[in-house]
């Protein structure tokens, strides 16, 4: 029998160790896991590297694992979403570690981790400050950079509704970077507002089929 | 001479926006110009976040903080809109399905180089959001922005000083006071408003100008 529903949020994020790489999914607050994110800062887990659209808003969610000292570096497009005071407080100060990746190219090296790519020559960011670091070539003409997979321990993720074997249908524009995300990471956890009984979620319509899924908890 | 207000350059950008056209409108001045798309064309809004058919603004009551825009700020969808996840949405944006990106800028190179996502202000972190992807990836970039800085310092230059968002990639310019394209001869003024002449735009613009035979008053509405 396969049941990936757990009875908590502390037993959804067990087994995350200090130095690990999350992903968390949202755009801004919208489709953040926040209850998750939260059991991670009372789980303890430190030393962290955070992937995620922004780095923070207001004092919950990732800007609380930031405010509490937990996040060694974040990965992300925008840092300065709504009301990101906790991470630029560190950021100023020298204290948080900032890699910044256009975020279509977020998107595609978290989905080449998902997808065993072992990297890709975009346009984006060729003849720019962002890619002047990075191996370079011309493809058909144009400069193109080569942009590696994010491999990541762990993916924290929100979603609607979702069965005991882990497949999830989201809502609106809360599905942001929950399905990429949800491929990618070694161990994917995912809160929904309902677990719903096997059968009952139409499969012409899942986002994301239950293998990319590990954990599910109600939050 | 009077130069447009933000309203009336929104609107004069979405003049331009063709019916059926796939459009993305960045954040800020050029959000604005989904509020003046021409009536009777059927245009479909983008956004990053992973919607297509974008509408306006929620009356009260239809709030819903699941949608929201690439500003976060509270949106809605069409009928015929749809959503998907994120990587979906920069695949239209990478792989060349977008007809129109219409995007604020800094500075717009004689080029088309495109600078428009850090200014390297120390007192705050920097971001980059979707820019760089779509300012490489849809099949045309237009800028709008107001024609020199605060202390009439030009925002179009021979090279940009500031960073770049992406080489070469505008090709139309919405400003203040002027309509521009940038051609393989160089910037070409399209437009001009009521009361301005071409040296006196040119004194406000790094490179030449060359005016266009077919030049136009650019007239707005009051909005």
Redesign the interface.
């Known amino acids: 029998m396969i049941d990936k529903c757990v009875a908590s949020l502390a037993e959804a994020v067990s087994g995350i160790a200090d130095g690990m790489t999350l992903l968390c999914s949202g755009f801004g607050t919208v489709g953040e896991p926040v209850e998750l994110i939260e059991a991670v800062v009372a789980q303890g887990a430190r030393d962290l590297t955070i992937v995620s659209n922004n780095a923070g808003t207001g004092e919950r969610g990732i800007a609380m694992l930031i405010r509490e000292g937990r996040v060694r570096k974040v990965i992300c497009s925008y840092p300065r979403s709504s009301d990101p005071h906790v991470f630029e407080a560190l950021y100023q100060a020298g204290k948080i570690e900032l890699e910044l990746v256009p975020q279509g190219t977020l998107s595609e090296r978290i989905r080449a981790a998902g997808a065993g790519i072992g990297g890709f020559y975009t346009r984006v960011s060729a003849g720019t400050k962002l890619g002047e670091t990075k191996e370079s070539r011309e493809l058909d003409g144009a400069l193109h950079v080569l942009e590696r997979p994010i491999k990541a321990d762990v993916a924290l993720l929100k979603g609607d509704r979702a069965d005991r074997w882990g497949n999830v249908v989201y809502r609106k524009s809360a599905r942001n970077f929950n399905p990429v995300m949800a491929m990618a990471g070694r161990l994917s956890i995912i809160q929904v507002r309902e677990i719903v009984a096997l059968g009952t979620l139409d499969p012409e319509m899942i986002h994301t089929p239950g293998i990319f899924i590990d954990r599910v908890v109600v939050a | 001479m009077t130069p447009l207000s933000r309203r009336q350059m929104a609107w004069r950008v979405a003049q331009d926006v063709a019916d059926g056209a796939y459009v993305n409108l960045g954040i800020g001045m050029p959000t604005l110009v989904s509020d003046y798309l021409p009536e009777g064309r059927e245009i479909v809004v983008h ?5 297509l058919g974008m509408g306006g603004a929620p009356k009260p009551g239809e709030e ?5 825009n690439a500003g ?1 700020g509270l949106t809605t ?1 069409v009928p015929g809109g749809a ?5 979906d ?2 695949v239209m ?2 792989g060349g399905h977008l007809d129109l990106s219409i995007m604020g800028a800094f500075e717009v190179s004689e080029t088309g180089d495109l600078a428009n996502w ?1 200014t390297e202000d120390p ?11 779509l300012a ?2 849809a099949r045309e970039v237009r800028a709008l922005m107001e024609h020199t800085t605060k202390d009439g310092t030009p925002r179009i230059r021979k090279r940009c000083g500031y ?5 070469r990639c505008v090709k139309r310019i919405y400003t203040n006071l002027a309509v521009l394209d940038i051609t393989a001869d160089g910037v070409v003024v399209r437009e001009l408003v009521d009361g301005l002449d071409l040296p006196e735009l040119q004194a406000l613009t790094e490179p030449k100008l060359t005016l266009a035979n077919d030049w136009r008053r650019l007239i707005a509405p009051a909005l």
Do not use: Q
Request: no cysteine.
């Open positions: 956004s990053e976040n992973g919607i819903d903080k699941d949608l929201v976060k969808l959503f998907f996840h994120h990587n949405a920069f944006i990478r850090t007192s705050f972190s920097p971001g980059v959001g979707g820019a760089m992807d490489v990836g960073p770049l968002t992406a080489p």
